[in-house]
């Protein structure tokens, strides 16, 4: 399992992963000018999330049937350790960022 670029990020919310079109309003950069994008900062991060979950439970897997000796991919199960550590590694950093964030606004004064 790869991880997914910021740009793949947004891609759900203009076309699902199989390329059927979706509902939602197009935003990046090939949005058309003009077009509002309902979609918030909360979704985008929630879906990071998502991801990082994802790559977390399908790491986990691939340890179990390494460790069972059902498989033998150990290149595999190392890259997909790897990849969901620094998954979840980016997304407490841009909790730590935003809390940073937060809390110098709180600090400003007015």
Excluded: C, Y
Aim: hydrophobic content about 45%.
């Amino acid at each position: 399992m790869a991880i997914a670029p910021i740009t793949e990020l947004m891609q759900p919310l203009t076309t699902t992963r199989t390329g059927e079109a979706d509902s939602s309003p197009a935003i990046g950069p090939g949005a058309t000018a003009g077009v509002t994008a309902d979609v918030s900062f909360g979704d985008v991060l929630g879906k990071a999330i998502e991801q990082a979950n994802r790559a977390d439970a399908f790491a986990s897997q691939k340890v179990d049937a390494l460790a069972r000796g059902v498989g033998d991919d150990l290149h595999g199960t190392m890259i997909a350790v790897k990849e969901a550590d620094i998954s979840i590694k980016l997304v407490g950093t841009i909790r730590n960022k935003l809390l940073d964030a937060f809390n110098e606004i709180w600090r400003t004064s007015v």
